[in-house]
């Protein structure tokens, strides 16, 4: 069975500048979710999908984030303009049972630096 | 507010070595609580997870242990190997299904 499988693995970018990763779960997940990773920290959640719903996005600084899952299967999260403060690791993780009840599954993550 | 404190926050062993990590929560009402192992570069993987009515529970040399009435559980290591290098981190999920994660520990094992 594939995992989750994001991309690009590594970007660095000027401040201001806009970014986008992708990401494709493991097939049949119906829940996918977007974390952010500061560097020694545990991963803080920005947005939930349950199909190609929104289920949490109260952490998302919307001002700059942005994140869809147009068919329900593969998302986008975009940040634009982007701040040094963004610079960390972006994983994206995907579940099978409704709701989020069951266990995630952890792509290896975009490392974003900002400079 | 729901919390997760890990201690410590890094630690070095020596191979062979046994560790033991803490992990102490103030989510509720509880659900479920997972450690995940972090290697570098990789997305977290699921060690282990604990229920209320469970209070050990073992994945090879990885023992988990949950005492839901201190609300706190540690993941202990044995006989570490140089591929237990890694961030352990703590997951409490609540019964409204929100996570809460912990900082996690940083172990480095050393030959």
């Known amino acids: 069975e594939a995992g989750v499988a994001q991309s690009p693995r590594y970007k660095i970018i000027e401040k201001r500048q806009s970014v986008a990763f992708w990401c494709n779960p493991i097939s049949g997940h119906a829940t996918l979710y977007w974390y952010q990773q500061i560097l020694g920290q545990g991963p803080k959640l920005l947005i939930q999908f349950q199909n190609n719903g929104v289920v949490d996005d109260s952490q998302l600084p919307k001002d700059r984030f942005s994140a869809e899952r147009l068919k329900g299967v593969d998302s986008t999260l975009k940040i634009q303009p982007a701040k040094l403060e963004d610079s960390a690791v972006y994983l994206c993780a995907s579940s099978l049972q409704t709701g989020g009840s069951g266990e995630q599954f952890f792509g290896p993550g975009t490392r974003l630096t900002v400079l | 507010k729901n919390q997760v404190e890990q201690s ?70 044995t006989a570490s190997q140089l591929s237990d290098s890694a961030s352990y981190i703590c997951v409490v999920r609540a019964a409204g299904n929100k996570l809460t994660f912990g900082g996690g520990t940083r172990v480095l094992v050393k030959p």
Request: aromatic letters at 8%; charged letters at 15%; hydrophobic letters at 25%.
């Open chain 2, 8 to 77: 410590p926050q890094s630690l070095i062993i020596l191979e062979g070595k046994n560790c033991t990590l803490q992990c102490n929560y103030t989510v509720s009402p509880f659900s479920n609580l997972r450690w995940y192992k972090q290697d570098t570069g990789r997305g977290p993987v699921s060690l282990t997870i604990m229920t209320f009515s469970e209070n050990t529970k073992s994945n090879g040399r990885y023992t988990a242990t949950l005492d839901a009435d201190t609300k706190q559980s540690s993941l202990h290591i």
